[in-house]
């Protein structure tokens, strides 16, 4: 049994902090507070009974993040102490892909996925953005009313990615159902999770009998060799990771946006670039809230408290975020204010790059196409959907002048 020294903090014994609560979404800035109260390193609960560390002090989650030798990204030692069927085990248990993987194997994951993602050109993407925010626009327009989480950034990253993935548009609502139930690691999470895998297993399938030009058949075809079922789990991985916390990057610039008049007047002017509001979002209320998850190889202090193994060291980007913002506010200086979104070291976010591309061209667009949005409710009575690991709203309720689209509206056209 390992000796924990006495002048080091142990939180096996303290009250977590539940981030599984009610309270949790509507307020989260509350929950960072209290685990900010306990040091650099907080002790919280992810789902009843189911404890983590959560980093909420940018320098010791660049600690953890950079240090490879101490911390691992494999969690199986951690899931033999957790129930088989608790709700966070879709977003956390192991499965042979980069997240998961440590040395060699995330290596050769991570560069393959590298690869082909760097296949995608900008301006391609760009044209498939297009695309989708024309389809969208079609069908949301002559309503004059929509809801922009369900008719847009859900709906358009499904049809992005099926697009890039290979998929007809008709497949994207099985994708939206499975991924959501999962990403909210509530009662249906598992059932999300079976209908995710599923999706993922036919598309596979269907790529490895007729290959095409797309990512799961630049996959099959690199000369890494995955096996097929090595593929299957870069695409699952590739697909959860880019579908929610795109979809809500998305959702969460349009609130920020419209939530300020004269933030939106000047951008329909084309006075502030789009990229100013996504960069707020990625500080105050980043998407992917709290899902850095590192395991120490075996007991190990750091910033002054004891970490065990097999229990999650979750970095909490989210607070981290909140941090930078009071800090900045405070009139201090900035240097170490800004947010950690994309994750850092080895595992961070290898295609940050295509998703700022995609989210600033699809608000773009829509603002070009119906220039009047206007929201029916003030930002502090936005509903927001539980779950600890993510931000994400549940409903964006907009009005505008009714308009059937043959081609964008006047992009000078501003709010009234
Ligand atoms: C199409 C969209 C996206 C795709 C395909 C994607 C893909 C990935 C992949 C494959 C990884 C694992 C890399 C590795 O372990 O080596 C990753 C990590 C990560 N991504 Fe993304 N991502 C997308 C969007 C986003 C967004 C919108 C955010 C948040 C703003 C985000 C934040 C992160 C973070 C924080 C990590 C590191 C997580 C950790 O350390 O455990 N990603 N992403």
């Keep these: 049994m390992t000796a924990y020294p006495p002048d080091r903090h142990d939180f096996s014994r303290s009250a977590p902090v539940r981030l599984w609560e009610d309270g949790f979404a509507p307020d989260p800035h509350r929950y960072y507070d209290a685990l900010r109260a306990q040091g650099p390193i907080g002790w919280a609960e992810l789902a009843p009974g189911v404890p983590a560390y959560v980093i909420t002090d940018r320098r010791a989650a660049l600690d953890v993040m950079h240090d490879t030798r101490t911390f691992s990204h494999d969690p199986r030692g951690w899931e033999e102490t957790v129930p088989p069927d608790s709700p966070v085990l879709g977003m956390m248990r192991w499965r042979p892909n980069a ?3 440590d040395g060699a194997a995330h290596l050769r994951y991570r560069t393959t996925l590298i690869d082909v993602f760097d296949l995608v050109e900008p301006h391609d993407l760009r044209g498939r953005v297009h695309r989708a925010v024309r389809l969208l626009a079609g069908r949301i327009g002559p309503r004059g009313e929509a809801d922009l989480v369900a008719d847009f950034s859900r709906p358009l990253m499904a049809l992005v990615l099926n697009d890039l993935f290979g998929l007809p548009d008709s497949q994207s609502d099985r994708l939206n159902e499975g991924l959501g139930k999962m990403m909210e690691g509530g009662a249906q999470a598992v059932e999300g999770e079976t209908q995710f895998a599923q999706y993922v297993l036919e598309l596979v399938a269907a790529k490895a009998e007729r290959p095409g030009d797309d990512l799961p058949s630049r ?44 933030y939106y007047s000047t951008l329909t002017n084309g006075a502030r670039p789009v990229m100013d509001a996504v960069v707020e979002v990625l500080h105050h209320e980043t998407p992917l809230a709290n899902y850095g998850t590192y395991y120490a190889r075996e007991p190990v202090a750091i910033h002054g408290v004891w970490l065990r193994e097999a229990v999650p060291i979750v970095v909490s980007y989210g607070a981290l975020g909140q941090f930078a913002e009071r800090y900045v506010t405070g009139g201090r200086s900035p240097k170490d204010a800004s947010h950690l979104s994309w994750g850092a070291g080895s595992h961070a976010c290898p295609v940050k790059q295509h998703v700022l591309l995609l989210v600033t061209e699809a608000i773009e667009r829509l603002t070009q196409w119906l220039p009047d949005l206007d929201p029916v409710l003030p930002r502090e009575r936005l509903a927001w959907r539980p779950g600890p690991f993510h931000r994400s709203l549940s409903a964006l309720p ?3 002048s009714p308009r059937s689209p043959a081609s964008p509206a006047d992009p000078s056209g501003v709010r009234t």
């Design 219 to 262: 996959l099959l075809a690199h000369p890494a060799e995955l096996t097929c079922e090595e593929v299957t789990w870069q695409v699952f991985l590739t697909l959860g990771a880019g579908y929610e916390p795109t979809a809500n990057l998305l959702s969460n610039t349009l609130s920020r946006i419209l939530g300020n008049p004269l």
């Design 99 to 101: 997240l998961f993987s």
């Design 398 to 400: 907009v009005r505008f």
